[in-house]
């Protein structure tokens, strides 16, 4: 338990439908962060949040719509996703949103785009 | 970006030492150097992070030379358990924002 959780842990969906991820962390960090990992292929960082303000979009399709409604839970709204949008979507948050910041991920997100 | 390059995968048994180097040829100056481990079906944990020299905590030590080109993660005398996959991250701020590069990760497997 790493104090980072996300819903559901599993999501199969087509490609015309919308759906959300959900990410709560309860650790009292300020920031957090949108990770996706394909198979045979590195974490790839999608957002950063910190304190609440998106910092970082890494030219990610705007299929995918990030929402950070406060330091503790983040949002990732999903609709027309493609087949190769499946992949494990983590979450992780860090005191503050910087590479000397110990980053505690969630267990992630099996998606599934069918 | 610091581009890091990692062996796909190592093989060990109980009791060794293993080393597992990345290399960054291109990091930056306020970059720092960390490492993950991941298990099937969880996300990653903090194993180590460094910025020179070297770095020991209970679990590992962190190696970096004085170019910081490269960087060995070296865990004593492994376990079973120990089997997972190691990342390599290099991250510091950048003009217009925060930027994170993991690398592919190296698959170790420890045997009895």
């Known amino acids: 338990e790493t104090g980072v959780t996300q819903t559901p842990r599993h999501l199969v969906m087509g490609m015309t439908n919308k759906k959300s991820l959900k990410c709560e962390q309860h650790?009292?960090?300020?920031?957090m962060y949108w990770y996706k990992q394909s198979a045979k292929k590195p974490l790839e960082l999608m957002f950063v949040?910190?304190?609440?303000?998106?910092?970082e979009n890494n030219s990610v399709p705007s299929r995918f719509s990030p929402e950070c409604p406060n330091s503790s839970h983040l949002f990732l709204h999903l609709h027309t996703l493609q087949p190769e949008d499946s992949a494990l979507y983590l979450c992780?948050?860090?005191?503050?949103?910087?590479?000397?910041?110990?980053?505690?991920f969630g267990p992630g997100t099996r998606l599934t785009v069918t | 970006l610091a581009k890091t390059t990692q062996p796909i995968s190592m093989d060990s048994y109980e009791g060794q030492e293993v080393n597992i180097t990345c290399s960054h040829n291109?990091?930056?100056?306020?970059?720092?150097i960390t490492w993950y481990q991941q298990f099937p079906s969880q996300g990653p944990r903090f194993i180590i992070q460094?910025?020179?020299t070297k770095v020991t905590n209970e679990v590992a030590s962190l190696f970096i030379p004085a170019d910081r080109k490269s960087s060995t993660l070296s865990l004593p005398r492994v376990s079973l358990s120990d089997t997972a996959v190691y990342y390599c991250?290099?991250?510091?701020?950048?003009?217009?924002?925060?930027?994170?590069?993991f690398g592919a990760g190296t698959r170790l497997f420890v045997k009895a």
């Open positions: 650790l009292g960090h300020n920031a």
């Open positions: 460094g910025y020179k």
């Open positions: 291109n990091i930056a100056t306020n970059d720092y």
């Open positions: 992780a948050s860090s005191q503050l949103a910087g590479a000397s910041y110990e980053q505690y």
């Open positions: 949040y910190n304190f609440k303000e998106q910092t």
């Open positions: 991250l290099v991250g510091g701020v950048r003009t217009g924002g925060f930027k994170t590069i």
